[in-house]
């Protein structure tokens, strides 16, 4: 079974930039869709950004949009977010997810809070 570890959360002042990494026990397969949920205290996780070995482009939540890029690095299995301009709302826990359908793998989560 896939497990999949985030990296890279903590505490940002708005405005702010971190960089979340999440990395596969495994190799990517040919098929599949990679990417990032998040979810607020008191809300429902919600899909941020994604990218299939499809795909050309990477698709991103409208509220991210020009300011979060998706990456990955099949060499490492890995894939990135690079999260720019932070705000207050963009605090949550971030979660990785490996989608091979049928099934679909997730990580334990990282911590970003955005606050002066």
């Known amino acids: 079974q896939l497990q999949l570890v985030e990296s890279g959360g903590g505490l940002v002042q708005p405005g702010g930039s971190l960089r979340l990494s999440c990395v596969a026990s495994?190799?990517?397969?040919?098929?599949?869709?990679i990417g990032w949920f998040r979810q607020a205290p008191g809300k429902e996780r919600e899909g941020i950004a994604c990218i299939s070995s499809v795909d050309v482009s990477p698709n991103y939540l409208d509220s991210v949009k020009d300011r979060f890029t998706i990456s990955k690095d099949n060499e490492k299995n890995m894939v990135f977010l690079q999260m720019n301009s932070l705000k207050p709302e963009d605090t949550a826990v971030y979660y990785c997810?490996?989608?091979?359908?049928?099934?679909?793998?997730w990580g334990q989560g990282t911590q970003v809070t955005v606050s002066s």
């Open positions: 495994g190799a990517f397969t040919n098929y599949y869709t």
């Open positions: 997810i490996y989608e091979d359908h049928p099934y679909d793998y």
